[in-house]
């Protein structure tokens, strides 16, 4: 799977990098801790983007997800 972020600066596309090679949520959780606060924001910021990329990427909803989001409303 690939996804792309657009607009972010050299130094976001650094950090996107390094949360892509994380292999779980630990090691996302992880890294994050060992950037400086300034970082960290930003580190916060692209996973959430590219959380959102991914999602993006589905076309499908099956029937529970469809229950789940209906439940919620």
């Given at each position: 799977?690939?996804?792309?972020?657009?607009?972010?600066?050299?130094?976001?596309?650094?950090?996107a990098?390094?949360?892509?090679?994380?292999?779980?949520?630990?090691?996302?959780?992880?890294?994050k801790?060992?950037?400086?606060?300034?970082?960290?924001?930003d580190?916060?910021?692209?996973?959430?983007?590219?959380?959102?990329?991914?999602?993006?990427?589905?076309?499908?909803?099956?029937?529970?997800?469809?229950?789940l989001?209906?439940?919620?409303?």
């Amino acid at each position: 799977m690939t996804i792309e972020l657009h607009g972010l600066t050299k130094q976001q596309y650094q950090i996107a990098d390094l949360l892509w090679n994380c292999e779980s949520q630990q090691q996302v959780d992880q890294l994050k801790q060992t950037l400086p606060e300034a970082y960290r924001r930003d580190a916060e910021t692209i996973h959430q983007l590219m959380i959102a990329a991914v999602m993006d990427q589905y076309e499908e909803v099956t029937e529970d997800v469809r229950e789940l989001i209906d439940g919620l409303r």
